[in-house]
């Protein structure tokens, strides 16, 4: 993970926020399991898992909160 | 995903921004696990399992306090 | 719950900042699993379970902060 | 549980302000398993649970945040 | 624990404030389990269970949040 | 662990903070459970889980809030 893959928090909307946190989340996952084999074996199993899909939905709740702080929660002007 | 879902922060009371929080609770679960059918397999579990339902009423307080800052608690003028 | 169940999050005093807190808990769970029936079933085995009070706990203790900072944590004028 | 316990978030100290972080963690616990006698019962079984315990310090974290900023951390002058 | 074991949220450094952090999250677990012989049986458990090791180590990131703050990040002047 | 390893939670990019909530997360576990062979042994095990994974995951989310705001995040000028 060389590359730049996460160059500003800012986002247009608080819809692209939302995204935005979800791709944080899944990093967090890949800087502390860097086999995407092994993930997407994990996800098969995790995605059938209603209290994974909870968990993984609270650590997006969690990055969302840092976006929506660092974007001004896109109040207008 | 395409279409717009989140176009604001925004809402006119606290009970609003309480709904609001629990939607973006769900779409984080839906972000993860796409398929509706399988959503609706794994709701008839955990919306029978206690754990599971205080797991979601966290995700959502965590989004509440986003949705809460982002309005300034709606506080009056 | 189509009725207004919570027009402000100001409350008069740090106590009742807590209880508010309290039922927000309450109604995180109730929007996820409105069956009353099955509510209080699962809350018969719930009440039994350290864990799952704790992470009750848990959830007050996440509205609080958002109530607390809406009231400006009650600080005298 | 008609009485004044929380008057206000001010501390003079940080520990008295830890303190009362703790006490508002059992105070969560309280307001949903009102019976001290099974409180009583489940605390015994939770006090030798490393899990549980750690669960218990996460929720006074928690608070400790709030009643922290409500003493604006306790900064000198 | 009748000392003075919290005169300040104040530390000269980030590194300092993370120890500090670390501190509070066991003593979030002494105020509930007072009895160190228990409490150093019960370490012996979780220092080898991988959950429970995160879960210990969310605390401390939850208390670092609060040191942080309280030392406005330690930014320079 | 004697030596400076947290000079300062400032960085140049939002990438490198994320990177540097990481390595807040591992130390979290390090400073809990200091024997680096025990470490490598649960390493081995809870990266093929995926619930610890993502207990892993939110850790660095909730690091990354504290990094996020130390920067005032990233704003330009």
Redesign the interface.
Known sequence: MAD???????TA???EG??LA?K??R???K???PSSE?RDK??A??????????????????????V???NN???EG
Chains 1, 2, 3, 4, 5, 6 share one sequence.
């Open positions: 730049t893959w996460l160059p500003s928090l800012t909307t608080p819809q939302f995204e979800t944080l989340a990093v967090g996952v800087l502390t399991q092994i994990l996800r199993t995790y995605e059938q898992d209603a209290g994974q899909l909870i968990a993984s939905s609270q650590v997006i709740a969690i990055h969302f909160q840092t929506s702080a660092a929660y896109w109040r």
